[in-house]
């Protein structure tokens, strides 16, 4: 499976942006996905989490309330709707794919299968 983030970019405090993450796979339908953000020199965190049919969501509290998951398994994308943006969320952003038929729940604890290139979001104040 190959991943590729866009739709990052410069935003001020209050702001939004809307993320996407296209994939290559043929069963992307049948990948929990995941994105992540590494801040400067600080290790990744979990951002947001997406079952297989986009019923289940699980989000991080510091973005709880603020940022939505979501995915069109006909368009094989995945979605981040960033909102009320602060300058904390300033991070590269990474999309990630569970293995096939595995939870996102079992990829975030054995480790996600895929990765792509990430997408960097700034935040001024």
């Known amino acids: 499976v190959q991943l590729q983030a866009s739709g990052g970019g410069l935003v001020q405090a209050g702001g939004s942006l809307r993320l996407s993450c296209a994939a290559s796979?043929?069963?992307?339908?049948?990948?929990?996905l995941a994105w992540f953000r590494q801040a400067p020199g600080k290790e990744r965190e979990f951002v947001a989490a997406?079952?297989?049919?986009?019923?289940?969501?699980h989000y991080a509290d510091s973005v709880k309330g603020r940022f939505t998951i979501s995915r069109d398994n006909a368009k094989n994308t995945v979605y981040l709707q960033m909102n009320s943006l602060k300058p904390e969320d300033t991070a590269v952003y990474h999309c990630?794919?569970?293995?096939?038929?595995?939870?996102?729940?079992?990829?975030?604890?054995?480790?996600?299968?895929?990765w792509g290139k990430g997408t960097l979001v700034t935040v001024s104040s």
């Open positions: 990630a794919a569970a293995e096939r038929d595995s939870s996102w729940y079992t990829g975030l604890i054995n480790g996600m299968a895929y």
């Open positions: 796979a043929r069963t992307f339908s049948r990948h929990a």
């Open positions: 997406i079952s297989w049919s986009g019923g289940t969501t």
